[in-house]
């Protein structure tokens, strides 16, 4: 049985830094491609980052780049977001995803499998 399970979110200032896992059962990591989305209240699911399973190349929204960095432990099967200099707007629930996903990498529809979300609050 497949499942994501987050951890590591919680309420931080602006400008500070959260690390988010994703503990992964029933599978392997490396044989999917996973990574990270989020939903922001009255908002629609938003790609964060993810890592192909063919190569390990990772993708960023734009929005995030050169903020949140994502990696994983095999050893482990742990997947990780790194989020450092937190800006109100990263405030969302954060989704752990795993997949195959064919081209759209941060299409929502395209993984088959989601954590239960672990909500990230950024606020003075």
């Known amino acids: 049985q497949v499942q994501l399970v987050e951890s590591g979110g919680g309420l931080v200032q602006p400008g500070g830094s959260l690390r988010l896992s994703c503990a992964a059962s029933g599978f392997a990591l490396e044989t999917y491609t996973i990574g990270w989305f989020r939903q922001a209240p009255g908002k629609e699911r938003e790609g964060v980052s993810c890592?192909?399973?063919?190569?390990?190349?990772?993708f960023y929204a734009d929005s995030v780049k050169g903020r949140f960095t994502i990696s994983r432990d095999n050893a482990k099967n742990t997947l990780y977001l790194q989020m450092n200099s937190l800006k109100p707007e990263d405030t969302a629930v954060y989704y752990c995803?795993?997949?195959?996903?064919?081209?759209?990498?941060?299409?929502?529809?395209?993984?088959?499998?989601w954590g239960q979300g672990t909500q990230v609050t950024v606020s003075q």
């Open positions: 890592i192909r399973s063919s190569d390990w190349y990772t």
């Open positions: 995803v795993a997949g195959r996903p064919y081209s759209d990498y941060f299409g929502w529809d395209e993984y088959d499998y």
